[in-house]
Nanobody, 115 residues
């Protein structure tokens, strides 16, 4: 069982930045593929970014060039650096870990981009 705890959400003005963190339990974090999804009100959950256990990354087109995913295996933590935020980035952001064909989810953290 993998447990995930997100933090770092909040209210930010358009053009601002936030860094989300996701701390994972388990002694084999380095073996997990990690990533982020988000869900805006009235919309389906959508993919944002992923990072594999060897550090390869992928991004949704809507965030490419603005968001950066990274991981610190020593801290069992994955990060999502979000720059140049837009109102359409407002959503609950969910961290996930994928290991042995199972996807584990965090509880989510709210990001609101508004002036």
């Amino acid at each position: 069982q993998v447990q995930l705890v997100e933090s770092g959400g909040g209210l930010v003005q358009p053009g601002g930045s936030l860094r989300l963190s996701c701390a994972a339990s388990g002694s084999i974090f380095s073996g997990y593929n990690m990533g982020w999804y988000r869900q805006a009100p009235g919309k389906e959950r959508e993919f944002v970014a992923r990072i594999t256990n060897d550090g390869s990354t992928n991004y949704a087109d809507s965030v490419k060039g603005r968001f950066t995913i990274s991981r610190d295996d020593a801290k069992s933590t994955v990060y999502l650096q979000m720059n140049s935020l837009k109102p359409e980035d407002t959503a609950v952001y969910y961290c996930y870990a994928f290991y042995l064909a199972t996807k584990y989810w965090g509880q989510g953290t709210q990001v609101t981009v508004s002036s």
